[in-house]
């Protein structure tokens, strides 16, 4: 684990100012319990594409670019700013945390197509405690579920509404 900043290389102006919202909302999900995040996290994937490695790796170049936090050891808000970043792009790398017990650490990082970006360790000595990997959407499905039924619900359609929604439409 490094104990300096890593150094940074030259990130667009557009990517950069990207980059700070996606730091910011990570610093509120890192303060969120671990199975909250995980909610947030599947919740943000939804619908996504797999990121690409080269994706990847230019969002983490620009989160630690924008954030000091990110460049040091702040590993948790860097691996969730860089992921949130691919979401603004419509991809999701897969999200990874791990332990290791000898000497203990714990850690949080980002991979794509099956390798971790941009990490100086070896990632293979943790053991993956949780991962959030990128979740496409299926063909012919809506990208917010139960939409028909809401809108069956509204519109008055008692009949189609109970064959929707499996209950039958309140009076």
């Not at 080269?54 to 983490?60: D, E, F």
């Not at 700013?81 to 792009?89: D, H, I, Q, V």
């Not at 293979?124 to 139960?146: D, E």
């Amino acid at each position: 684990m490094p104990m300096t900043l890593e150094e940074t290389a030259p990130v667009p102006l557009r990517r950069r100012l990207a980059a700070r919202p996606a730091v910011a909302l990570a610093a509120a999900v890192e303060r969120l319990p671990p199975r909250r995040m995980r909610r947030v996290l599947l919740a943000a994937s939804r619908g996504a594409r797999p990121a690409s490695g080269a994706q990847a790796l230019a969002a983490r170049q620009a989160v630690v670019a924008v954030s000091v936090h990110c460049a040091g050891q702040g590993c948790l808000r860097r691996s969730l700013a860089t992921a949130l970043l691919c979401r603004l792009g419509g991809t999701w790398p897969d999200w990874c945390t791990g332990v290791r017990a000898e000497p203990f650490r714990a850690h949080a990082w980002v991979e794509a197509e099956g390798t971790a970006v941009g990490e100086q360790g070896d990632t293979r000595l943790y053991h993956k405690t949780m991962t959030v990997p990128a979740r496409p959407a299926r063909p012919g499905r809506s990208a917010r579920p139960g939409r028909r039924a809401r809108r069956a619900r509204r519109e008055g359609g008692g009949e189609r509404c109970a064959s929707i929604c499996r209950w039958p439409r309140s009076a």
